[in-house]
């Protein structure tokens, strides 16, 4: 078997009494496909935040590609081949589809810091941003703004500008929150339609889709992990159930 | 291969023949209103201050109330370097001045561009003052409350002199003002502008890309910090005084506002803000100057609520309607 | 030595208090809604200008002028935060300090317009002038009866954020809004009571202080470096991080004024980015 690309040991943060992970252990090797779910506030954004580097951990180490970056800055990660997309929408909105796109492809390129060098001489940034859009079905909208896209054409430039940066890790907050059903199958082909050799972790609330999508499966509760397995196993486990019907129990006031 | 829908013709590399309007309006002004001529080189300055603002504030989107302790910098700079040192050469007392503020400008930028919003705003007002209150107290070299007096000018590059009508001094700040805004503009066209950019739209995003957002924001603070140190450098040298308010939080505050009625973050803003501002400002407060802060600020309120692109971005919007309705 | 120490500790204790005054209610708002408030002295200096009015030409005695300037100034900015205010809720930072420093200019024209360029005082009663006998020592009459009434706003407001429903709402919805939100309370309706309530605060700090800080239509910008600085460094929204940033800042420009009196008010900007540099978010960050 192939050495993890992304590992996660041990990992720990608390705000104060809250616990909001606790010594969570995963693994990502080339090609995986692993969905994260788990009840609201559960801890599954903050452990993408964790590993990402926007929140410091309070012990664990976190592995890319064999080498220790806990202590690495944000950027340095992803210089590493890690990227993420955002539960809402984070976007560079006042500015045009293939902008956005071409702002991750030129930090990739490195050619961001330069000054005298013309954005739009660089031809091959936009070239390679095109063909990037047009990958995801957005070539059409490459010159709107945008703000001016609806709901679901903006989910699909979240997901376009982590694309930009050749990942070898992906992590997917929720992709397709806040789309209506009928609009989330261009979505969800894009996110099957990823290179194969990316581990992708997807965090998800829909059990259909992380059936259809993942291989493996981790179940967050309260920050530590309730149990990790094949989507079958882990959707047949009466802890996992009690956890989701629980959740739903008290949502229509059932319970207490 | 389709080029990209650029709203913006500054992220164009070509230049537009309504780019030549300014300039041609600039020099046209030299021979329509001779008598004008020590307004037009001030309006200038406030041009080249102007867009150094814009730099940071339209392009980084850092709010700053302190952007004239950079200007004041180079003001005093030169002006100290003629009136006590004896260096009286204008282009080099410039470089020199520029350079001065750009190093107070990355020492301040890299203390306080850790912090955003109210502190960020604090802290550049802050040190403004600061610089002021030092600049007050150090009577020997600045004359203090009095101002510095003194300065003199070497002709421009031994040829000519500076006269009474201000015409060298027009022309002076008219060519430092085009060369310097040609550096400008190929900076917020590079990838590093498209970047500061970014930095302005989403900042959370830019650190998710892996971009080191506070390198970024500390260099175009820096540049922008000697483009506002050769404008108050013109100004020392042109008007051959330095008076406490080039370090004032009212010109900070002018400067902005200029920007804004303009238009932030297309660099031609400052052409239409700094022109509209000072002329309006020439001609109200003779007739009173209550009716000139009450039109002022009328103005600022109705620009914020119904124009906040400020008069270019007014005009583009209806410029690209009337491109749209047209077939 | 030590006589001028007490008077430089007791007029600097005047002057925070007053700044306390004036300053907690922008901290509020702005720890609230999150709106950059730059007219905040505006509301305090129109304080000053109306009850100056109130007492010298309509003749209101002095312990009637000064409410009544208040309740005119909540009113006024009842009218300004429904009609401008408003519409900028959650928009970027700029263009709030860019309306109300237009206002200000406004108020500023119109204030100069009315009651002239030149310093205006309020008309102190008889019985508030001359000095009273602290048993120790002699003070000013008038400048302990501001400490006076400073204390009982102290106090009153402690209460009121303590205290009473509208304080837990407020304490709540600075907290995290939100959450707020979500368990029904109304948010927008809070912050316009709180931002009169904040207003009035501020026409009272100025209609007391005119003998402290002075009258003239420039207060309004003048002065809003300080409060500005008592709410950065107190902290967003933290009655007690703007009180004890008023303190440090009272104290310690009047004692950089009396001892060092060419370097102006070279300490107190010192101070303040040391301070902010320490705690970007202030002492009390939420």
Known sequence: MSEPLLEVRNLCKSFGALVVADEVSLALR???RHALIGPNGAGKTTLVNLITGTVEPSGGVILLGGHDVTRWSQARRVKHGLARTFQINTLFRGLSVLENVCMAISE?????????????ARADVIAEGMELLESVKLDGDARRLVRELPYGRQRLVELAIALGLRPTVLLLDEPAAGVPSAESHVLL???????????????????DIVFRFAQRVTVLVQGAILTEGAPAEVGGDPRVQEVYLGENAELHGGRR | MEQPAYRNPLRTGAVRPTELLPWLAAALGFFLFPDYLQLGSQILIMVLFAMSLDLILGYAGIVSLGHAALFGTGAYTAGILSAHLGWSEPLSGLVIAGLVAGVVGFVCGAVILYTRGLTLLMLTLAVTILLQELANEQEHWTGGDDGLQGVVMEPLLGLFEFDLYGQTAYLYALAVLFVVFVAARTIVGSSFGQSLRGIRENERRMHAIGCPVYRQMLRAYTIAAVMAGIAGALLAQTTEFVALDVLSFERSGDVMIMLILGGTGRLYGAFIGAPVYMILQDQLARLSPEYWLFGIGALLVATILYAPEGMLGLAERYGVRARREAP | MINSFISIAFDGLAFAMILFIISVGLSV????????????????MLGGYIAVSLIREWGAPFLLGAPLACVAVALISIVLERTLYRRLYGADELQQVLLTIGLVFMGIAVCTFIWGPLNVQLDVPPYLKGQVDLGFRRFPTYRTFIMLISFAVVIGLWYGFERTLLGAKVRAAVDNQRMAETVGINIRRLFTLTFALGSALAALGGALGT??????????????????????????????????????????????????PAFGAFFIFAVTIVLLLWRPQGFYAR
């Open chain 3, 211 to 260: 003998e402290i800080l002075g009258l003239t239509p420039t207060y309004a910008l003048e002065y809003l470096v300080y409060f500005l600085i008592v709410v950065a460094v107190g902290g967003l929204g933290s009655l007690r991080g703007a009180f004890l940033a008023a303190l440090i800042l009272g104290v310690v420009d009047t004692a950089g004024k009396y001892y060092l």
């Open chain 3, 29 to 44: 708002t702005m720890g609230l809604m999150g709106f950059v408030n730059l007219a905040h002295g505006m509301f305090a």
């Open chain 1, 108 to 120: 990739r390129r490195a050619v961001a810091a330069k000054l005298w060098q013309r954005a739009d």
């Open chain 1, 30 to 32: 080339p090609g995986a």
């Open chain 1, 189 to 207: 082909e894009a996110v099957e339609a990823l290179p194969e050799s990316m581990a992708v972790l997807m965090i998800e609330h829909d059990m």
